[in-house]
């Protein structure tokens, strides 16, 4: 604001402004000094001007806080008397700095004070401040106590000097002498009433509205006073800034700052002087040493020298990285070279295991794929022996060969069929002991969390306990006693029920009971027992003895559920159900059961399936690991991997043609496509495992070996696209290559399609 245009505060706004300043606005920074006399800290504390005018005011606003203001015309009159006292030069108004030291605490206050105010306005000030009475304080001056009536000009003040008094309690007791705590927090009122001068004697009063301040001040710096150590900080400008117009446009700006650096070298200069012997000045020499010159290098021979030096450190250097490499590579060789010798090792293990495993298959079969691997080497030896006997043999000796040939053939059969036989009777028994036991399983479901939770019930128990029971009536090594406790335990048990069955087992177990008492042998008593055991699994076997048995029977209770999935068989004219049929997957019609398919083959053919069987069971395995939602490799058989693998594949690697099956794998083509025979390749065991960690394909392989591989899965696609069940994941495509016309094309299988069919 202009000089003309001054303004002044209405007395009675501006005393009560100030009187504010003065209760509430103190500030809150602190200095310590150091007192190198006594070594103890003093807090000095600021608060702003105040003036004889404030004094009395604060005063009477305490006296009479509910006094009624004055009238309009009164106020203006007493302003304009106060503005021509505020605005007089007298030296009694002028201020100055009074710094308070609180004993003993030794807090320092600073308060700016006119200098005509006296010693007892100044207690009575701080009676208000420390709430101590006024006649308690006591004002000492370099320790000589300062009378009441004296002011600051008194005492020698000057005007905008300084001036410390130490301020102490006559009653300490009673009353201490505490700091001042500074006012966290300063209100400003909303509003506030300005007295602008217009005219030499004309006032207006201005209603000022005060704006808050809506954001935090930025900080502009400082400064420290070197003396005191203050600390001051410029103020920030409160005036908001102007808001631009919205121009409907959204604009994206920031405010960047950018450093400059600048790096300078300085050569600082050294001062260094020396003394030499003089007259009046004795300089000893016996640590003086003598310095001869040597030869002048100049600045290129000191370059050379050290362009030599590290030339000879790099040779150095590279020599020991060469020597690292080729370590490094010797090591990789000798590891490539031992792990080739294990690999090969560890192959030739493999292929003796199996060869000792396919040997003991031979001589102690005992599934139906040993008595096929059976079947199948004597095929391939009467295949033999009619080719040596055809070369080497002609006319009437031949025929005699041959008809001896198929004397040893028929007694091998004969063999092989007592095999059979002593097999089916082991296995009899072991089939027997697994249906107890599936009978005997109690009743399990895997939860949410993957914890398999298992249960008994009534029929489980049941099972449980005619199994147990069976066990020991078919023991041998029990002694005379025991074996009439399990004879007597059964009789109890098939009482239970009242029927043919039941009376005949109590019969036979009266029977035994009597021999056994008697003293007789027990190789006199195998038949008995025999018939006790068989009668006793026929018990088990009933489902009104043992219900949970009636899960298990393939003869279903229900005789109008024999209706159901029946088929005639061609061979042996019987019905069977559904489930003793082996139907290939382009199968149309239902042909012969299982059983004479199995007499077939082993009459005629004499083909063995274990080598495919190996193949799909490890086909299914992985193609588990990847999702449990894979369904192709379970519709497969052993006959259409047989020509999956034989006719598709010709029964080597795609890549090493290898043809031993025993190390031959089906693989996926394209590792995050589902496994179908249109997404296949076969590969040994190594061959697969670095096939599934290729990326891309296409870079891995030749064209030649990548169009050889699309062409096997077009035949696999014709072929296989006759199935219902795989049709569901073909469709059609466009014509490609013109050999490949009319064929289907790959389709990954989705949960949506799953769901939909």
Not at 77 to 99: F, P
Not at 666 to 671: A, G, I, N, S
Request: include cysteine.
């Amino acid at each position: 604001m202009s000089e003309p245009e001054s303004e002044t505060v209405s007395p009675e706004a501006s005393c009560a402004a100030e009187q504010r300043m003065l209760q509430e606005v103190i500030q809150s920074d602190t200095e310590v000094h150091e007192d190198h006399e006594d070594a103890k800290s003093t807090h000095e504390i600021k608060v702003d001007v105040c003036t004889a005018t404030d004094m009395l005011l604060q005063e009477e606003n305490i006296a009479d806080s509910t006094k009624d203001q004055r009238d309009q015309d009164d106020v203006n009159q007493q302003g304009r008397e106060s503005n021509q006292t505020l605005s007089s030069s007298d030296v009694g108004s002028s201020t100055a700095t009074v710094k308070i030291l609180l004993m003993p605490e030794r807090h320092m206050i600073t308060v700016a004070f006119t200098i005509g105010l006296t010693i007892l306005d100044l207690k009575k000030y701080f009676s208000l401040e420390l709430r101590v009475p006024s006649d308690i304080i006591q004002i000492t001056l370099d320790e000589k106590s300062v009378d009441d009536d004296q002011t600051l000009m008194d005492i020698g003040v000057q005007p905008h000097g300084m001036i410390q008094f130490e301020m102490s309690s006559l009653d300490p007791e009673n009353y201490l002498m505490r700091p001042i705590k500074p006012q966290q927090e300063y209100n400003m009122p909303d509003v506030i009433t300005v007295r602008v001068q217009t005219d030499t004697d004309l006032y207006q009063d201005v209603v000022v509205e005060i704006e808050r301040a809506t954001r935090r001040k930025a900080f502009l710096g400082g400064y420290c006073h070197k003396v005191t150590k203050a600390e001051y900080h410029h103020a920030a400008v409160q005036t908001m800034p102007k808001k631009r117009p919205d121009r409907g446009v959204e604009m994206y700006s920031r405010d960047t700052q950018t450093v400059e650096l600048k790096n300078q070298d300085q050569q600082c200069s050294k001062n260094a002087s020396t003394q030499m012997t003089k007259i009046g000045c004795y300089v000893s020499n016996m640590e003086d040493k003598l310095i001869t010159p040597g030869t002048y290098i100049t600045a290129g021979e000191y370059h050379n020298k050290r362009l030599r030096a590290v030339i000879t450190l790099q040779s150095y250097v590279r020599r020991w990285l060469a020597k690292c490499f080729t370590n490094s590579l010797r090591q990789a060789k000798e590891q490539h070279l031992a792990w080739l010798e294990n690999e090969k090792r560890r192959k030739k293990e493999e292929k003796e295991q199996q060869i000792r495993d396919e040997y003991h298959r031979r001589m102690n079969p005992e599934s139906k794929a040993d008595f096929d691997l059976l079947y199948n080497a004597l095929k391939k030896w009467r295949i033999e022996e009619e080719e040596r006997i055809s070369v080497t043999l002609s006319g009437a000796e031949r025929k005699a060969a041959l008809c001896s040939l198929l004397e040893q053939e028929t007694q091998f059969i004969s063999s092989i069929e007592r095999h059979r036989m002593a097999a089916g009777t082991r296995n009899q028994d072991k089939a027997i002991q697994a249906f107890l036991n599936k009978c005997a399983e109690p009743k399990k479901w895997r939860a949410f969390d993957g914890k398999v939770t298992e249960m008994d019930t009534q029929f489980t128990l049941r099972s449980k306990e005619l199994r147990d029971l069976y066990s020991s009536i078919t023991q041998t090594q029990f002694t005379k006693d025991e074996r009439l406790d399990v004879l007597l335990t059964l009789k109890h048990t098939v009482k239970e029920h009242s029927c043919k069955l039941t009376q005949d087992i109590v019969d036979l177990i009266d029977r035994e009971v009597d021999l056994l008492m008697r003293g007789v042998k027990k190789c006199n008593l195998e038949g008995l027992r025999k018939r006790i055991a068989t009668l006793f699994l026929q018990y088990i076997k009933t489902p009104a003895f043992n219900p949970q048995v009636s899960r298990f029977m393939q003869v279903p209770r229900d005789p109008a559920n024999l209706k159901k999935n029946i088929y005639l068989c061609r061979g042996c004219n019987e019905y069977q159900s559904s489930t003793d049929f082996a139907l290939k997957t382009n199968a149309s019609a239902v042909g012969l059961c299982r059983r004479c398919m199995d007499l077939d083959n082993e009459a005629r053919r004499r083909e063995d399936f274990s080598l495919y069987k190996n193949i799909l069971r490890c086909l299914r395995d992985s193609e588990a690991e990847y999702g449990p939602e894979a369904k192709i490799t379970y519709l497969l058989q052993e006959q259409d991997l047989r020509y999956l693998v034989d006719v598709l594949w010709g029964a080597q690697s795609a890549l090493s043609g290898w043809k031993d099956l025993h190390d031959l794998l089906l693989v996926r083509w394209e590792k995050h496509l589902d496994w179908s025979p249109w997404n296949c390749i076969l590969l040994t065991k190594d061959e697969a495992t670095a096939h599934l960690k290729l990326e891309d394909i296409e870079k891995a392989y030749d064209v030649v070996v990548i169009r050889n591989v699309k062409q096997k899965h077009a035949l696999a696609r014709k072929y296989f696209s006759q199935i219902p069940a795989m049709a569901e994941c073909l469709h059609d495509t466009e014509i490609q290559p013109a050999a490949l016309s009319n064929l289907l094309v790959s389709k990954p299988i989705t949960k949506a399609t799953k769901q939909n069919h």
